[in-house]
């Protein structure tokens, strides 16, 4: 399928009008709804993106003659076998296809930036902070592990299709032939016009849910954690809906900004992975030690997330230029993150030891083995599928069966 070109001005000004109105329309229902709104539009905006893109992905494997079929036009691409075996050759010096060896993989990415994940990105935190109870917050992050174990399926299948029935995709030759423009490029070859039009929806939906998501963590930070606690404690509340509000617009601004930084990567996960590294894995690092470390203090943790966030630049800029060989860019990212974690760790041990902790009292519920008595349950919350415990286990289980079936 050879996608049109159009002049580069009609491209932009197009992306341009998308951006504006999409931020615009996060904007009004963030400033006007709160962290309610945000929470019901990401529901509702999940199971749009599922209504275009499973059907999307059914169409498109069943194009290709199913995953027989897929794995067959695979090896006869530019990837070859390795495009299907991308955990294999993570041995040091190995030859896989991420370009990473079993050290990066294991522990940058599957132990620092997904541990990270899940733990310090506040969009994810914020929604169990929301929830009426600790039993509700416990079960927060384990009810959205179960779509999360899925959601590689409608990302991983219709990029693979992209690659083998799009002349010359991954080049970047012509527009439309980057690997961020997989879905949308499937989109246009196989959705008929109604479905197209949900598929569109659930591309903008998907943007939006994204936006909404870490804007309204920006703006719980920035007034509650940051502008209340440091610069003014005594305001009254109308002053901190204001300031939450003006915190909002400021949020929006920088993520019209940071989606024209994306739009210069030509793979999305390189971009991603590279922010998490800057931030999600010195953040982590602190916030595991403060978790089991009742000696930690507030300036080893502080001092700690800026030599963190210091190391996984300077590493960027090391295997960015050159001058280190990461194997890859997404490889430089895992050993990034590997960096931030450590120089993390040792920094607020250090800075920890010669400053003065909190007294203990107020650690309660706050580090692990002093944490506040939990309320009994009601009989409805003793129900097996309330318990995080077995959601847990369920969810692992999926993971180790759904690994075993398709590596």
Known sequence: MELPNPPWYRRWSVILAVVLVAAAVVLVYITLGGLNSAIYNEVLQFFVILAALVPLTIVALVDVGGFAGLADRVRESALGEPGLHAWEGL?????????????????????????????????????????????????????????????????????????????????????????????????????????????????????????????????????????????NSDADPRHYILFGRLATVVGVLISIGTAFIAKGYENIMNYVQLLFSYFNAPLFATFIIGMFWKRATPWGGFAGIVAGTLGAF????????????????????????????????????????????????????????????APELTPEERVWWRNPKVLGAIAIALVVILNIIFI
């Open 91 to 231: 041995g040091i010096g190995g030859d896989n296809p991420l370009g990473a060896n079993w050290i990066a993989t294991v522990f940058g990415l599957g132990f620092v930036l997904s541990f990270g994940y899940w733990t310090t990105n506040f969009a994810e935190v914020q929604r169990a902070l929301s929830a009426k109870d600790l039993n509700a917050a416990q079960r927060t992050p384990l009810i959205g592990a179960f779509p999360k174990i899925f959601i590689p399926l409608i990302v991983v299948i219709p990029g693979l299709v992209a690659l083998v029935t799009i002349p010359n995709f991954g080049t970047g030759s012509q527009p439309g032939q980057e690997y961020n423009n997989a879905i949308p490029a499937l989109i246009a070859e196989y959705l008929p016009t109604g479905m197209l039009g949900l598929a569109v929806t659930a591309l903008l939906a998907a943007f939006m849910a994204g936006v909404a998501a870490n804007v309204s963590a920006f703006n719980t930070v920035v007034t509650y954690d940051l502008y209340q606690d440091y610069v």
């Open 314 to 373: 300077i590493t960027h800029q090391l295997t960015s230029s050159g001058t280190i060989d990461a194997g890859s860019a997404l490889s430089a990212d895992f050993w990034g993150a590997i960096v931030a974690f450590s120089l993390d760790a040792i920094v607020t041990v250090a800075v920890s030891l010669a400053t003065q902790p909190k007294p203990v009292e107020q650690l309660d519920g706050l580090v692990w083995g002093m944490a506040a008595e």
